[in-house]
Nanobody, 118 residues
Framework: QVQLVESGGGLVQAGGSLRLSCAAS????????IGWYRQAPGKQRQLVAT???????NYADSVKGRFTVSRENAKNTANLQMNNLKPEDTAVYYC????????????WGRGTQVTVSS
């Protein structure tokens, strides 16, 4: 069955780094657009970064220059390297795999908690 499993979250001090990973199975990972989203308590889920099947990337303004999204199709894995973390980065981070053309799909992981202390 389809699975997206995030890992790598945790507690870190402001200015520190974390590397999130998203392990995918049960679908053709290489043809999907991978997105990282986050949701802080009491707030809506927001887009953090995306990486398309051809490797092009897009970032939210709030993380540009600090976060880097990447993918390893041979391993069915996507990563989000987060540097210079700030307390406002605290949230649950979710991995999303989406394809808008046939075969269409939109899959989500269960999330991993990132907490940045000041």
């Amino acid at each position: 069955q389809v699975q997206l499993v995030e890992s790598g979250g945790g507690l870190v001090q402001a200015g520190g780094s974390l590397r999130l990973s998203c392990a995918a199975s049960g679908f053709t990972f290489s043809i999907s657009t991978i997105g990282w989203y986050r949701q802080a308590p009491g707030k809506q889920r927001q887009l953090v970064a995306t990486i398309s099947r051809d490797g092009s990337t897009n970032y939210a303004d709030s993380v540009k220059g600090r976060f880097t999204v990447s993918r390893e199709n041979a391993k069915n894995t996507a990563n989000l390297q987060m540097n210079n973390l700030k307390p406002e980065d605290t949230a649950v981070y979710y991995c999303n795999a989406r394809r808008e053309h046939f075969p269409r799909y939109d899959y989500w992981g269960r999330g991993t908690q990132v907490t940045v202390s000041s």
